[in-house]
């Protein structure tokens, strides 16, 4: 069974970086055709997706929030980590880690972390 693990702070302050890392375990972050994705959901609002690191690389974000979202990782650790600048106190939501697996025209979220609740206050 695929697992993803979020880890990282979960209060940060009004302006400063959230940076959370997703753990994988019992495959690889590179196996072909997935794509690791950061989505979050805040209270009284639908989910909202950040961004992700594909199995290659590559990187695609939500256009919203472009300007201050960077996803990387650590193919040695099985890791991919966000980080989101400048947050505001809007910005407090449960933050998850999911692998998009995409198969010719389709696609499917098959396997998420459990969630981390991240506030943003002083």
């Known amino acids: 069974q695929v697992q993803l693990q979020e880890s990282g702070p979960g209060l940060v302050k009004p302006s400063q970086t959230l940076s959370l890392t997703c753990t994988v375990s019992r495959t690889s972050i590179t196996t072909n055709n997935t794509y690791w994705s950061w989505i979050r959901q805040s209270p009284g609002k639908g989910m909202e997706w950040i961004g992700y690191?594909?199995?290659?690389?590559?990187?695609n974000y939500n256009p919203s929030l472009k300007s201050r979202t960077s996803i990387s990782r650590d193919t040695s650790k099985n890791q991919f980590t966000l980080q989101l600048s400048s947050v505001s106190p809007e910005e407090t939501a449960v933050y998850y880690c999911a692998r998009e697996v995409r198969i010719g025209e389709s696609n499917e979220y098959d396997y998420w972390g459990q969630g981390t609740q991240v506030t943003v206050s002083s």
């Open positions: 690191i594909s199995y290659s690389g590559t990187t």
